[in-house]
């Protein structure tokens, strides 16, 4: 609910709340027979009294808007001023259908959390903070954009001088050989996953992903109806004999990578293990999916070869975006791959959302072949860097042994083990009480008693408070 | 395939063609065991001589890159040059899976032919052409348009500051009274389509729209298992009461109607019919989804008023579109209903692809409400009403007793009879060799015979010609 009560106003905040209740039901935005949300909740979310929501609803009662009954709590009447006393729309039967699962109800949670706080400390958004986005070039980015002559539908893959843009970026940046008809332009990362797991899979096939993998957070895997595995990553990522033998007893249709500064471990999966997640899934005709969102925020001397570079067989599905290194909101990723599953995929996107806008990828275009853009990558590596330090530091000073993790060389998050019995539902709670956000383990498809923590949405004068505010959680419990 | 040979080029053709092909399959575009498009396919797409191709093919064999098999066709070798002698991805098997059907061959084949024709003559696209997109006010409007100060992940529902916009519009353009937390921005109304129909129905639901009707072309609705009953439409839309005896034979769980300028037939719904709907509606527990694309695109004095303008009960999901009255690339529409819905569809796009780009939501943002807009209306309707006389005109000089159709006052299209006993397929055929694109009846689940003529995507100048073209292909068959 984004509606405030204005606390400057004239008006007693009580009938500001009735008449904003009374208006959603006027506009059928509350329609006859769905339940308000309890007094104690809808006192939370609007910041308020609990005995102030008490006095509107009875007012709402009064005045036949609403029926209470006991137990079963605030119903919109049925009856609304006597002009419908007919039968409405059961909403709940159809919301509680279809084929989509509903978001991880921690996730939400945490989600929420996020929105409602006005001075938190957000270690759980994967995204880079405010400051780090280059809003001021994007937007002189889109001046300087050639309008193309004609804003009719776009090609099904994406504006065409955007994908050779991309196919042209996939060479300099990751050693990648592709030509514009193999790309697909999407909605993100997430498209591309959601139209891989739509398109060339089916319910009751078997797929594996790492353990722990960003991909236990996605409800579009098990909305699918896919049987998921987990590929355990140790020091060096996944070891690819584990895809044999899970072939062999599941039958595993598709692999899912996230190779370079994986989500969340931070983890590098090594050349040579590269090299035979390629030949296994060459001979086992098994395709991989490489997500590959974080390698260009590396703090090493090296860059990581995506596996898709060693590909010469069209078995690899290479995912790449523009979330974390440009701005999340832009919402630009891509797919490449062999054209017969380019086709099929922008087929399919045709029917979900008749393509994407054309003017992210304007935008984008002109952005990634300017001479800014890597002026800011490098800003943003050694940013990202000192954010990283700060948060090492402040884990060495102020939580010390209660937690183990590895120093990750790129990307935007560090993996803890906390080392001692903790209850991952318990300790979310224990953090938003104290303002501090982190993603737990159990989102990951991993045991209680690990933290994701993001060091890049938050301010490095700000990340040694958020740990110590961690810390006092942590002792709560 | 976007590539075109270079006839300038010192290179001979069937030289720039190997290499292309050989550069596929190195990069894994083409992948070993796929197959090449037939000689006589590919020399049509790439508009050579068929000997070309055969010449290609010939030393693409020789090299070892391809193999041919009599019936078979030609297949990328799966030795490629000895050095992977193993298995690969089968990707056929992967891509004749999944939930989506492919779209409908007859409309692919039209948007190819259309894609290839270079002075063809659009009746088929449902869009403006290039000269009525308000292109230099939106590239201004965003250099003024404010941006956010964070452009991380935003609200599932779409930018608030827009949303609030949109609410505001359907007031002033609809009398739709709303409040932003009601609406879902989406890409188009495509992907409000395809959120119903994926979070609120399930495979065997049975759902009524149009007959005919655009939502025949659409394969989300076959792609999703529904079962579908059509509404005979007369001059005044649909008759209501046939909502009634459907519902009481087959259950219907949904009502998809586009009750202004209906696609394709340019009808009106009464206002009388309206708030039968409505009653029918409330009465049985049915939702209406009311799509609305055409409504400012009026050529009369009065504005219909949308069956959602009506509604008290919530039972209206209202899908607005800004494709058909700014620019069908800028991908932005939206969806209203009640809150238990809209929260639903949106959490359910969040896992489609993570939501919308900031980037149109600002740039219509700023346009929808600025002054331009309303001038850029006025200037879209005198345009449209003009191209739409000038085909009355040439229909009727040209066409005369050979088809009937009814003036509509408002919209995109003209809908056509024919007649004489003619098979659509054949008749897109003949259209294609003459240069002449239109969409058939068929495609919009309706007998042989018809044709949706779009008046809008032609200069004025050129609509004369397409109709005598269209004559002559008709004459032919």
Redesign the interface.
């Known amino acids: 609910?984004?509606?405030k009560v204005n606390r400057e106003a004239d008006k007693p905040l009580y009938q500001q709340i009735f008449e904003f209740i009374e208006?959603?039901i006027?506009?059928?935005?509350?329609?006859?027979g769905?339940l308000l949300p309890s007094e104690r909740k809808l006192a939370e979310q609007l910041n308020v009294n609990r005995m102030t929501i008490v006095h509107v609803y009875d007012e709402l009662q009064a005045s036949g808007l609403v029926q209470r009954k006991k137990g079963s709590g605030t119903q919109v009447s049925t009856h609304?001023w006597g002009?419908?006393p007919?039968?409405?729309?059961?909403?709940?039967k159809?919301?509680e259908?279809?084929?989509?699962l509903?978001?991880y109800p921690l996730i939400?949670h945490i989600r929420e959390a996020a929105?409602r706080m006005e001075n938190g400390f957000d270690l759980a958004?994967g995204?880079?903070?405010?400051d780090l986005?280059p809003?001021r070039i994007?937007?002189s980015s889109?001046?300087k954009a050639l309008?193309p002559?004609?804003?009719?539908?776009?090609?099904p893959q994406g504006h065409?001088p955007f994908r050779e843009t991309v196919a042209a970026y996939m060479k300099s940046y990751h050693h990648i050989?592709?030509?514009?008809?193999?790309v697909l332009i999407?909605?993100?990362a997430?498209?591309a996953l959601?139209l891989l797991t739509?398109?060339?899979?089916?319910p009751g096939d078997a797929i594996a992903f790492e353990a722990p993998s960003y991909c236990y957070s996605?409800?579009?895997f098990q909305?699918t109806g896919l049987r998921i595995f987990g590929l355990q990553v140790d020091a060096h990522g996944i070891n690819p004999d584990d895809i044999v033998s899970l072939h062999r007893k599941h039958q595993i249709?598709m692999v899912f990578l996230n190779p370079t500064y994986q989500n969340p471990t931070g983890t590098v999966l090594t050349d040579k293990r590269r090299k035979k997640v390629l030949e296994i899934?060459?001979?086992?005709?098994?395709?991989i999916v490489e997500d590959d969102p974080f390698s260009l925020l590396s703090f090493e001397d090296k860059s990581h070869s995506p596996i898709k570079s060693f590909?010469?067989?069209?078995?690899?599905l290479y995912i790449g975006s523009l979330s974390k290194v440009v701005?999340?909101?832009?919402?630009?990723g891509w797919l490449i791959?062999?054209?017969?599953?380019i086709n099929?995929l922008a087929?399919?996107r045709?029917?979900?959302?008749?393509?994407?806008?054309?003017?992210?990828q304007l935008?984008a275009n002109q952005f990634i072949q300017s001479t800014e853009f890597p002026k800011h990558l490098k800003i943003l590596r050694q940013e990202l860097l000192d954010r990283r330090n700060e948060m090492i530091s402040a884990l060495q000073e102020i939580l010390d042994e209660k937690v183990d993790f590895t120093v990750p060389n790129g990307g935007l998050h560090i993996w803890c083990k906390i080392n001692q019995n903790v209850d991952d539902q318990q300790l979310v709670e224990e953090g938003i009480k104290n303002n501090i956000l982190f993603m737990p383990g159990s989102v990951y498809g991993f045991p209680n008693g690990y933290a994701r923590f993001t060091y890049a949405?938050l301010k490095r004068e700000s990340i040694n408070e958020a740990i110590s505010r961690f810390a006092d959680a942590l002792s709560r419990i």
Chains 1, 2 share one sequence.
């Open positions: 609910m984004e509606w208006e959603k006027a506009y059928g935005e509350f329609p006859p769905s609304k002009v419908l007919k039968g409405v729309t059961n909403w709940r159809y919301v259908g279809g084929s989509f509903p978001t939400r929105k958004s995204e880079l903070s405010a986005f809003t994007l937007q889109f001046t309008f002559d004609d804003l009719g539908y776009e090609h065409l050989d592709t030509t514009s008809s193999s999407t909605s993100g997430q498209q959601y739509q398109c060339l899979l089916s996605l409800p579009l909305s249709r899934s060459t001979e086992l005709g098994i395709p590909d010469e067989s069209g078995n690899v701005a999340s909101s832009l919402r630009i791959g062999p054209q017969s599953v099929r087929d399919a045709q029917q979900m959302d008749f393509g994407l806008s054309i003017f992210p935008i949405r």
